[in-house]
């Protein structure tokens, strides 16, 4: 399996439309990555960019140490010779063949013999786990059960990576995270190299082994999915993940000593950063996750705004003056609307944000300041 890089990849439709911007991206050998961000933002036109469907305007793409798109050399290698298979959003089987067809039809195309061919049917149907199902036509098939058969047309050429535009989006709720566990078990037993589109973040926070999180065509940050959650670079990457999303609160800031005395006219915290850094009088933005939000006997008195129990762990919504917090009580609990909570903050992964550029200046942890 190839080590993918991009290297300043550009891609303009027209005069002025900027799909992807100078973006820089490696995707190592057996990694799961997902493209991750709002429609519009470039993610599947980058993921049309690594499989040679779409032609960059600007940049170089590597698959190891072999250039298979320059503009400057000269350089654009069709699909089929980028050995890549590409998983539709639509399924796009044969309605007219078998699976066993469907399968084999790509095999057949690539002049493979016969016996071959149907081994790697079978190997594939098995990994796949529709091997009852090889004699059926797609109509007599579940969405589920199709997009094992489209995955298993893809993965049967033997492909060095697969590429995914966001195929699971078909599929109900519960199958589609069915489908989840599915690709991540084949992702494990297949060894390959997966890269991935969706906007559906918890998606991406579940299947991959790093994110790659794109604004109007900018890449905002790259990493394992628990770091985009735990220590987002920017505003934008720390509301984009998570469900709930981060609150964030703007506050003023004073320094006092090694810390930060924050106040945002409703209450008072002090902000001690993990590490050092350097701390001055401003503007800044708080951002606390719901669950360092815990309700407490004693604390920051708030209202009940709403209760949402699922059974496991209860959403809240609790007003202090005008700011609202989202916040998470784990358990079968359940809270009267209007009702009186205290709470207080847990933990040393609060976000401290600068407000002008909205970039994350330290992680660090809460007190209550009377």
């Known amino acids: 399996m190839p080590t993918i890089k991009l290297v300043n990849i550009t891609k303009k439709f027209g005069k002025g439309s900027l799909a992807v911007d100078k973006l820089n991206m490696e995707i190592k050998n057996g990694e799961f990555v997902s493209l991750l961000g709002p429609s519009g933002c470039g993610k599947t036109t980058t993921l049309r960019m690594i499989a040679g469907l779409e032609t960059p305007t600007e940049g170089e793409i590597y698959f190891d140490d ?31 063949m078998t699976v066993y067809k469907n399968i084999s039809f790509g095999l057949e195309n690539m002049k493979w013999p016969k016996d071959k061919i149907d081994a790697r049917v079978k190997e594939i149907c098995k990994t796949m786990r529709i091997e009852e199902y090889m004699n059926r036509y797609p109509a007599e098939l579940s969405g589920g059960q199709q997009q094992r058969v489209a995955i298993a047309r893809t993965l049967a050429p033997n492909p060095k990576v697969l590429l995914m535009d966001e195929p699971l989006s078909n599929l109900d709720a519960k199958l589609r995270n069915d489908m989840r566990a599915e690709l991540k078990r084949l992702h494990k037993t297949t060894d390959s190299t997966f890269v991935y589109v969706t906007h559906d973040q918890s998606e991406a926070m579940t ?29 934008f990457c720390a509301d984009f993940m998570g469900n709930p999303s981060m609150n964030f609160v703007n506050v003023k800031g004073v320094k006092d000593g090694d810390s930060l005395l924050l106040n945002n006219d409703h209450f008072n915290v002090r902000f001690t950063p993990n590490d050092p850094i350097e701390l001055k009088d401003g503007d800044y933005v708080l951002g606390i996750r719901p669950e360092f939000v815990k309700i407490t006997e004693e604390g920051i008195e708030s209202r009940v705004i709403s209760s949402l129990p699922s059974g496991m762990e209860t959403t809240l919504s609790l007003g202090v003056g005008d700011v609202t917090l989202s916040a998470v009580a784990f358990g079968s609990v359940d809270f009267a609307m209007d009702s009186v909570e205290h709470f207080n903050f847990e933990g040393n992964k609060y976000v401290l944000f600068d407000k002008e550029s909205e970039k994350n200046l330290s992680l660090g942890s809460l007190e209550i300041v009377e």
Request: net charge negative; glycine share 6%; hydrophobic share 40%.
């Open 66 to 96: 072999e250039c298979v798109f320059s503009d400057e050399k000269g350089i654009n290698l069709s699909p089929d010779k980028r050995n890549v298979g590409f998983l539709f959003q639509n399924y796009a089987l044969w309605p007219h």
């Open 207 to 235: 299947l991959s082994t790093k994110v790659a999180l794109i604004k109007l065509g900018i890449l905002q940050q790259y990493c394992p999915p628990l770091e985009l959650y735990g220590d987002p670079a920017n505003i």
